[in-house]
Nanobody
Framework: QVHLVESGGGSVQEGDSLRLSCADS????????VGWFRQAPGKEREFVAS????????HYSDSVQGRFTISRENAKATAYLQMTSLKPDDTAVYYC???????????????WGQGTQVTVTS
């Protein structure tokens, strides 16, 4: 089981960068694929990026490919989402999620964090 806590959200200007963190308090973190999802007001939650368990592969939505980078430090039980060239359309609540022993771009998360707000103004 994992317990995910996101941090690093905030309000920035268009073109700025932010790094989100997703920390787990347990010792099984390396066995989980970790993903980032986001939900904007009035819209459904959407996939943003994921990194396979043990960091074997990364996957991105078309809307963030080339601007966002997902990574993980298993020794710290933490995953990151480095966001650059932010746009107003990136404004959303960002959620960290985890699925054990999973790989690939299609996640079916077993666990979710509480979310962190990212607001991008022009």
């Amino acid at each position: 089981q994992v317990h995910l806590v996101e941090s690093g959200g905030g309000s920035v200007q268009e073109g700025d960068s932010l790094r989100l963190s997703c920390a787990d308090s347990g010792d099984t973190f390396p066995s989980y694929q970790v993903g980032w999802f986001r939900q904007a007001p009035g819209k459904e939650r959407e996939f943003v990026a994921s990194i396979d368990w043990m960091g074997g592969g990364t996957h991105y939505s078309d809307s963030v490919q080339g601007r966002f980078t997902i990574s993980r430090e298993n020794a710290k039980a933490t995953a990151y989402l480095q966001m650059t060239s932010l746009k107003p359309d990136d404004t959303a609540v960002y959620y960290c999620a985890a699925q054990q022993w999973s790989t690939g771009a299609t996640m079916r998360p077993e666990y979710w964090g509480q979310g962190t707000q990212v607001t991008v103004t022009s």
